[in-house]
């Protein structure tokens, strides 16, 4: 019987300790972010009013946005099925050739509700067409490119962000959206720079599908193949005599193919919206016969293309 009772006040005592041990750990925290590798996972999300569609940046994540400073390692990445440009600095130059406005994409790998609108809402058909063939897109990683979250005074995420083709702010959505509303707001911002898109539909290169290029690839007739992708991707692996000028240097580059200026010319890209931007961008000096291949090198491979 002692022995019981002795076992007894022990297991209490253990449970006691136990649960002061657990009550300690969450004070010693304090409701702060807990960092596990490289992650950084917010403990609070902020609210639009009453809804929680927002992941908070608290004090611990802006010091994690000072420590990493990450280049990115591509020009353009895909996210659900929009393209989008790693670059703001390209992004405004591409705006500026198109007179397309620009979606900036604020966002952070650990925030649940990113994934969430990557899941949901950027692979919605018809938010990737609208802002495929109407917006220049691009993606900020928070967590990675600090200085340009910063200057957008971002502290939650996502945070999509729309400027006109020279940078200038036009509006935002704060949180999480569904597909619905988000389309919503990106008719609403086209209609508001159709008079700018009007000048540049004129300037839109013809598009080439893959048998036609194939065709042409094997006919006889001259023309010209540029790839506009970096030149790190044109050594992984390209069409067939192609030459390579990446899409953001097209505005002063072009210049080196002018004797080509009524030859017919094909661009190609990933998928497509950078060869069309740079397709504008030779229409509008002066080039004739410019076509851009549907789909990109991307859509070539997958119809079985060769590529060297």
């Not at 992004?91 to 979606?103: D, L, S, W």
């Not at 540029?226 to 067939?240: A, M, N, S």
């Not at 069309?276 to 076509?291: E, M, Q």
Request: net charge negative.
């Amino acid at each position: 019987m002692k022995i019981l009772v002795v076992f007894g006040v022990v297991t209490v005592v253990l449970f006691l300790a136990g649960y002061g041990g657990v009550v300690s750990l969450e004070k010693s925290f304090g409701g702060a972010s807990i960092e596990i590798g490289d992650a950084t996972i917010p403990q609070v999300s902020a609210l639009n009013e009453s809804e929680h569609v927002e992941c908070q940046l608290n004090e611990s994540d802006s010091d994690a946005l000072a420590d990493v400073q990450k280049e990115a390692q591509s020009e353009s990445i895909t996210i659900g099925e929009v393209v989008f440009q790693t670059s703001l600095k390209s992004g405004i130059i591409m705006a500026k050739a198109t007179g397309r406005p620009i979606f900036v994409y604020l966002h952070s790998r650990s925030c649940g509700w990113c994934r969430k609108f990557n899941d949901e809402v950027l692979i919605d058909s018809e938010v990737s067409s609208t802002l495929r063939t109407n917006f220049i897109s691009v993606v900020v990683e928070v967590n990675e490119q600090k200085n340009v979250a910063l200057d957008f005074n971002i502290w939650g995420t996502p945070t999509m962000v729309f400027l006109d083709e020279t940078g200038n702010e036009i509006d935002r959505i704060r949180g999480f959206v569904d597909a619905e509303t988000f389309t919503h707001t990106l008719e609403k911002i086209k209609e508001s720079s159709v008079s700018n898109l009007k000048d540049n539909i004129q300037l839109s290169p013809d598009k080439i599908s893959q048998n036609e290029l194939s065709d042409l690839i094997n006919g006889n007739r001259d023309f010209l193949l540029i790839d506009v992708r970096t030149e790190g991707e044109y050594d992984q692996g390209h069409l067939p005599g192609a030459i390579v000028i990446p899409y953001d240097e097209f505005v002063t580059r072009y210049r080196e193919i002018l004797e080509f200026k009524d030859t017919e010319i094909v661009l190609y890209c990933h998928v497509g919206g950078m060869g069309d931007y740079a397709g504008r961008v030779l229409l509008k000096n002066g080039f004739t016969n410019v076509k851009n291949l549907d789909g990109g090198i991307n859509g070539w491979i997958k119809s079985g293309g060769k590529i060297v």
